[in-house]
């Protein structure tokens, strides 16, 4: 997954990978190789589902929004608590 950093200020390329700042939004992209798809049946995506909120519940993130841009795309918002 690509994380693109604070989508509210212009990115500093000096920061080093995971140093997030509290109360910013981040754009967070995935696209599958070669346009494969990434789900291949629904049990497929309900464990994604289960997966990302785990991931929510562990971590001081809130989900803003996600959205499947195609059937091998998919993008959200997160906040950083």
């Not at 604070?6 to 390329?13: E, I």
Request: glycine share 4%.
């Amino acid at each position: 997954m690509t994380v693109f950093r604070d989508v509210k200020r212009r990115p500093r390329y000096h920061e080093p990978p995971g140093c997030d700042v509290a109360e910013h939004l981040y754009h967070a992209i995935n696209r599958a190789n070669q346009r494969d798809r990434i789900f291949h049946k629904d049990d497929d995506f309900e464990a994604f589902e289960r997966v990302l909120d785990e991931g929510l519940q562990k971590f001081p993130v809130d989900l803003l929004i996600c959205c499947w841009l195609t059937p091998f795309t998919f993008s959200g918002f997160l906040e950083i608590r």
